[in-house]
Nanobody, 121 residues
Framework: QVQLVESGGGLVQAGGSLRLSCAASGSIFSINAMGWYRQAPGKQRELVATITRQGSTAYTDSVKGRFTISRDNAKKMVYLQMNNLEPEDTAVYYC???????????????WGQGTLVTVSS
């Protein structure tokens, strides 16, 4: 079974920074695109940032210039550096990855259980 485990969430004041980490484990042949989603109270889950295996990145407009996604393919990890945090960033942040686990299953979508980020004003 493939597992993603997030860490690094917590309580921070507006203007502060946090670095989220996500570690993949299990029987994995390869990892395709990885990303971070978030879900604020009472709102739908939204895509925050994505990164391809080759390192191409994309961000939702609200975090551009503040957040940076990166990955370490050797360690099977993805990170989200969050700077200049705002109260609107408060949410549960979820790690996501497309994983090849067999010859037949080439892009299984796997989700972590989430880590809570709370930004106070």
């Amino acid at each position: 079974q493939v597992q993603l485990v997030e860490s690094g969430g917590g309580l921070v004041q507006a203007g502060g920074s946090l670095r989220l980490s996500c570690a993949a484990s299990g029987s994995i042949f390869s990892i395709n695109a990885m990303g971070w989603y978030r879900q604020a109270p009472g709102k739908q889950r939204e895509l925050v940032a994505t990164i391809t295996r080759q390192g191409s990145t994309a961000y939702t407009d609200s975090v551009k210039g503040r957040f940076t996604i990166s990955r370490d393919n050797a360690k099977k990890m993805v990170y989200l550096q969050m700077n200049n945090l705002e109260p609107e960033d408060t949410a549960v942040y979820y790690c996501n990855a497309g994983v090849a686990i067999s010859f037949s299953v080439r892009d299984l979508e796997v989700w972590g259980q989430g880590t809570l980020v709370t930004v106070s004003s």
